[in-house]
């Protein structure tokens, strides 16, 4: 019978593996998702219009958006 000892240097070197084990899995997940998402027709149709529409900034951005909402409650509110 063996007997294998783990030193305090081979458990700080287990942890660091599980968290860049769980970092590998989340990105291989992302990869296979955006796989997923160049293989959809419609995905990418819609995706290449909201591109466009940046391009051509038919796009509000989003504090533009939050000071028109603001400037209508105020009107709405002080009505």
């Not at 030193?7 to 796989?35: F, G, S, Y």
């Not at 989003?62 to 400037?71: A, G, N, P, V």
């Amino acid at each position: 019978m063996v007997n294998s000892i783990i030193t305090e240097e081979d458990k700080r070197n287990l942890k660091v593996l599980a968290i860049e084990l769980h970092e590998i899995r989340k990105l291989i997940e992302q990869l296979a998702e955006t796989a997923v998402n160049l293989s959809d027709k419609q995905f990418l149709k819609c995706f290449n219009a909201s591109q466009n529409a940046l391009k051509e900034k038919q796009v509000d951005r989003y504090w533009e958006t939050l000071e028109k909402e603001i400037d209508i409650a105020e009107k709405e509110f002080q009505a």
